[in-house]
């Protein structure tokens, strides 16, 4: 099976409240065994490997948490399976690059300072990451009800994916480890066309 193209996930289809059933498969290869590791050159991972893997994590978990608030709530067909998409896709993510910092002997446990790597090792505080919403617009999100709530989980989760396509872009250039480059290259490939999706509902059904 080969990577998950954008008009492959558009066929799955969450602006008609398609559900997100199939098989996720990210970075080149299926993420569930990434059978096309062992056929890599073994390169030596560098502090941009750790730095992106840890930070991305920590990104990805507070997706999770975003969709855990909207799930089975009576926000609209479309943001139930858009939030189980990103809850599928990016909970498999965070598994993958959790295994590698283990592999690679780093620590699995959210950092306490976040994109040092990114920025020639100036470190910044984790609430300051981008796309990251604060703890006021999570809660606000956990208080929403209704279409109210699935447009607020729409813009929240739109600006977490720039953040995030923001530090994946970075990750391809900085960083050593080919299977962490393609997982990077994926994620800003889908992000990029899961935020179009996001503009078009807010365009139409959540206005």
Not at 128 to 149: H, I, K, N, T, Y
């Amino acid at each position: 099976m080969t990577a998950a193209s954008p008009n492959q996930r558009s066929r799955r289809g969450f602006l008609l409240g398609a559900g997100a059933g199939s098989a996720v498969v990210a970075g080149g290869f299926m993420l569930s065994g990434g059978a096309r590791e062992s056929s890599e050159p073994v390169t030596a991972s560098t502090a941009a490997d750790h730095g992106f893997c840890a930070d991305m994590s920590t990104h990805h978990v507070q997706a999770l948490a975003m969709c855990q608030r909207v799930l089975g709530r009576d926000t609209g067909d479309p943001v139930q399976a858009a939030a189980a998409e990103v809850l599928q896709t990016q909970a498999i993510e965070v598994g993958m690059m959790r295994a590698w910092l283990a592999d690679w002997g780093q620590s699995t446990s959210p950092p306490e300072s976040v994109m040092a790597w990114m920025h020639d090792g100036v470190a910044m505080r984790v609430g300051m990451m981008p796309g990251l919403a604060s703890d006021d617009e999570m809660r606000s999100l956990s208080l929403a009800e209704g279409m109210a709530q699935g447009k607020m989980w729409i813009e929240l989760m739109r600006a977490h994916h720039v953040g995030g396509v923001a530090m994946a872009e970075a990750a391809i250039d900085l960083v050593s480890v080919e299977k962490v480059r393609r997982l990077a290259r994926t994620q800003v490939e889908v992000q990029t066309f899961e935020i179009t999706q996001y503009d078009e509902l807010l365009s139409t059904v959540y206005r």
